[in-house]
């Protein structure tokens, strides 16, 4: 199948920095990527929607200023948290939509933890 | 709005039992219905999925589920469990036509006991 591939998997970063997180759709083009976020013992919660080339749509409570979502390429999304405080510590997954197949793929997740 | 609900937030089940992991969805209509397993801190990978068709879907690793459209379920099951089942199950919602939003349950964990 499709894989989808994150950078890094897990990072510690100190309180008031930024982090960059990578997803990469390896064998697709990827015109649509999505954001999760999924706290300790819940479910996916869906951040953003990020279209290739325009602006994410971002779910009502996520931060735009905050979570800032770049869609450069039919392969690459970025997720930058900015400022990060320790309730950003969380695990963070990214997916992919392969519009050839109609199926969306999703990545290993990225541990980011503010100390 | 569409919705999942995965009742049970554990299921255990002894080594070589049948397993079910429930689920039950709310959606405008006709359904598209996924099952994902996550290891610990791992990402979320497909199980199996229904789309039209026969109701009973079989997937990876010996899964199957039946969808049931008068219930509005779509439970996980498999004959026998293996001890390296045991993981976090993920049951997903979104409509058909076109590419729309998936929205996940809260998640059942599956112990599977030797």
């Known amino acids: 199948g499709a894989v989808v591939s994150q950078h890094p998997s897990w990072v510690i970063c100190k309180s008031g920095t930024s982090v960059k997180i990578e997803c990469r759709s390896l064998?697709?083009?990827?015109?649509?990527m999505f954001w999760y976020r999924q706290f300790p013992k819940q479910s996916l919660m869906l951040m953003a929607t990020?279209?290739?080339?325009?602006?994410?749509?971002?779910e009502q409570g996520v931060e735009k200023d905050k979570f800032l979502i770049n869609h450069a390429s039919l392969t690459l999304s970025t997720l930058t948290v900015t400022s990060a405080h320790p309730e950003d510590s969380s695990f963070y997954i990214c997916s992919a939509r392969d519009p050839d197949r109609n199926e969306q793929y999703f990545g290993p997740g990225t541990r980011l933890t503010v100390t | 709005a569409q919705s999942v609900a995965q009742p049970e937030d554990q299921v255990n089940v002894a080594e070589g039992n049948p397993l079910t992991v429930k689920c039950t969805y709310s959606?405008?209509?006709?359904?598209?219905l996924f099952w994902y397993v996550q290891y610990p801190n791992r990402g979320l990978q497909f199980l199996l999925k229904?789309?039209?068709?026969?109701?009973l879907v079989k997937g990876s690793y010996g899964f199957e589920a039946e969808f049931n459209k008068s219930q509005t379920s779509f439970h996980l099951k498999k004959p026998s469990a293996l001890v390296s089942d045991s993981a976090l199950y993920f049951c997903?919602?979104?409509?058909?036509?076109?590419?729309?939003?998936?929205?996940f349950g809260t998640g059942t964990k599956l112990q599977v006991i030797p």
């Open positions: 229904y789309i039209t068709g026969d109701n």
């Open positions: 990020s279209n290739e080339g325009s602006k994410a749509t971002y």
């Open positions: 064998d697709f083009q990827a015109t649509t």
């Open positions: 997903a919602v979104r409509p058909s036509g076109g590419y729309q939003k998936v929205t």
């Open positions: 959606v405008s209509g006709n359904p598209y």
